[in-house]
């Protein structure tokens, strides 16, 4: 009997990661975002989303993806990507987009004191995430380029996806960091560097991304294997998934400060 329920946990932790890991971002991202977030968030901001949230930002990092799917909650599975066209100008399906959601409910959120607790707890829970979403590089898509669908290449000769890839890259370029090393090892930008990076709208920072996330296609050509990249394909590759997180994290903590001024 005891056999079998620590084989069924096991079976259970295994069942969890590999979801986990099939989510933007994955959990390692997602919450390292939030952590990050966190440090850079005023008195009042912190102890306003405590006081809401009841626990850390990072807690709920991954709160989308795990309530995406479920009857209340069906429409916010399409908030976690934003599309541009070839000028890299976004476009929007019906709000459809992670950045058209964040302004919307950073607008709304100016009278948080009139809502109630429970539309505030949501929307700072979407916040936390969609904010982490739009920035992983594999989120930004591009329908005036058909040959970037079904992208794939290979890692030690396994077909793998680039949506996936992107999603796991905080954990394969950074293997078995927590969120408390990312933020001590790459949390280093200066505050005019930050502001410089807050700078903007949601939407403005999408344009940013379909900009340059293009980038990320060229850096792994389509069947190509990922071990056999040059290394400064690596190098650039792993700046692009840190400077992603910071400024998904900066831009997280900007909203949040901006939102609990008052």
């Known amino acids: ?11 259970l932790i295994v069942a969890v990661t590999v979801t986990s890991e099939a989510h933007a971002w994955a959990s390692v991202g ?12 005023t008195p009042k901001a912190r102890e306003k989303c405590h006081h ?16 995406r799917f479920t009857d209340p ?47 505030i707890i949501v929307n700072l829970k979407l916040l936390i995430h969609m904010i982490g ?22 890692n030690k000769g396994k077909s793998i996806k680039f949506h996936g890839f992107w999603d796991g890259s905080p954990s394969y370029f950074h293997r078995g960091w927590t969120c408390e090393k990312f933020h001590e090892n790459i949390d280093k930008l ?26 990320v296609y060229e850096l792994i050509p389509r069947n190509a294997e990922l071990t056999e990249l040059p290394t400064e394909t690596h190098d650039r590759m ?6 992603q997180i910071l400024r998904g994290a900066y831009r997280l903590a900007h909203v949040l400060n901006q939102i609990f001024k008052k």
């Open 190 to 215: 200066s505050k005019k560097e930050i502001a410089k990076i807050t700078k903007g709208t949601a939407t403005d920072w999408a344009r940013v991304n379909g900009i340059e996330m293009r980038e």
């Open 1 to 11: 009997m005891k056999k079998n329920l620590i084989l069924t946990l096991a079976a």
């Open 52 to 67: 809401y949230l009841k626990h850390s930002l990072a807690y709920y990092a991954s709160w989308q993806d795990h309530w």
């Open 30 to 41: 997602h919450t390292s975002i939030a952590y990050i977030a966190e440090q850079h968030l």
């Open 133 to 154: 979403d739009m920035h992983c590089p594999s989120h930004t898509g591009y329908p005036d380029q058909p040959k970037y669908k079904s992208y794939k290449f290979k």
């Open 73 to 119: 909650y069906k429409e916010i599975h399409y908030w976690h990507t934003s599309k541009v066209d070839a000028d890299n100008n976004p476009l929007y399906n019906e709000g459809r987009a992670a950045d058209v959601q964040i302004e919307r409910i950073r607008k709304e959120m100016k009278k948080y004191r009139k809502m109630d607790d429970s539309t």
């Open 238 to 243: 792993r700046e692009i998934v840190d400077k």
